[in-house]
């Protein structure tokens, strides 16, 4: 540990002001981050990130459960505090591009993520808005992400706002409803996967598909989605929505269920052919 990082009462407090929890008990592991924002940090996907983070700075507020969700569980880590209001996010987002453009580094991405997901933000589209002004202002050469579960993207407010970013990149781990319940676990019981598909087809090449390949065991059940049975449908969707690129990965850091494997990197590969073999870019994080 280095000396600028400091052990909390809960968890560890690292340099970039993040709070690593690394607890045994399943559940309990997991990185929170700072709000409304934090970094920048260097992305496997997306470079010098600059991230906006719309949930609350000591825990986790998502419309899905993900068992390999890197903040953890939703109910290991309730939030006490309020979400940041837009006029929180707009002003701590000018301070660091202020400070950004005076001592560097130059963003490459201003990116939502962080504690959850964005879009339960009520004030998204609006923040949305502020942020392209902020990025014009100071960054014009900057992309916007927003790494969504896309849960709420049948909301017109949420849509329109994504539709004005430059990365819009949603989620679709597969569209298998069984497998959706295990391992993304959304909290509605309404969760369409062939309604949120209809909507993609409507963004079209104005978003990106983001999927995470795994493979282990949860609760004792197979959680692989690595298979011909899984990644074949996910493919048809992919060829139905013709978006304009796709991401796929694998986990990377500590998971909160404990049994969880990566998926090897041939495994990616092939699947990254596949895409490929539609006319349709994709990136691999081994
Ligand atoms: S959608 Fe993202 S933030 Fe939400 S539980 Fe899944 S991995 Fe975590």
């Given at each position: 540990m280095s000396k600028d990082e400091e052990i909390t009462k809960n968890g560890q407090r690292r340099q970039d002001g993040t709070i690593a929890y690394s607890s045994e008990t399943e559940g309990k592991r997991g990185i929170i981050f700072p709000s409304p924002i934090f970094g920048p940090v260097h992305?496997?996907?997306?470079?010098?990130?600059?991230?906006?983070?719309?949930?609350?700075?000591?825990?986790?507020v998502c419309s899905f459960d993900c068992i390999y969700c890197e903040c953890g569980y939703n109910k290991s880590f309730p939030p006490h505090q309020k979400l940041p209001t837009r006029t929180e996010v707009r002003q701590a987002l000018?301070?660091?591009l202020q400070e950004m453009k005076e001592i560097g580094p130059n963003p490459d991405v201003i990116t939502f993520a962080g504690n959850g997901e964005p879009t339960?933000?009520?004030?998204?589209?609006?923040?949305i808005h502020d942020t392209i002004a902020l990025r014009n202002e100071f960054f014009p050469e900057a992309k916007i992400s927003v790494l969504c579960n896309s849960t709420r993207i049948l909301r017109e407010d949420v849509f329109n706002a994504l539709l004005k970013v430059d990365n819009n990149i949603l989620k679709l781990d597969?569209?298998?409803?069984?497998?959706?319940r295990m391992v993304d676990r959304p909290l509605s019981p309404?969760?369409?996967?062939?309604?949120?598909?209809?909507?993609?087809?409507?963004?079209?090449?104005?978003?990106?598909?983001q999927?995470?390949?795994?493979?282990?065991?949860?609760?004792?059940?197979d959680v692989s989605n690595v298979s011909d049975k899984f990644v074949l449908p996910w493919i048809d969707a992919i060829q139905r929505i013709q978006p304009s690129e796709v991401m796929i990965y694998t986990i990377d850091r500590t998971t909160p269920s404990p049994l969880l494997?990566?998926?090897?990197?041939?495994?990616?590969?092939n699947i990254a052919d596949r895409v490929q073999s539609l006319g349709i870019p994709c990136q691999v994080s081994y």
């Open positions: 992305s496997r996907r997306l470079g010098v990130s600059l991230g906006v983070n719309l949930l609350p700075g000591d825990g986790k000018r301070a660091k339960v933000h009520p004030r998204f589209a609006d923040i597969t569209i298998d409803m069984d497998y959706i309404r969760f369409s996967v062939e309604k949120i598909i209809e909507r993609m087809m409507e963004f079209g090449n104005r978003c990106i598909v999927t995470m390949f795994l493979k282990g065991t949860h609760n004792g059940c494997e990566k998926a090897t990197p041939a495994e990616l590969d």
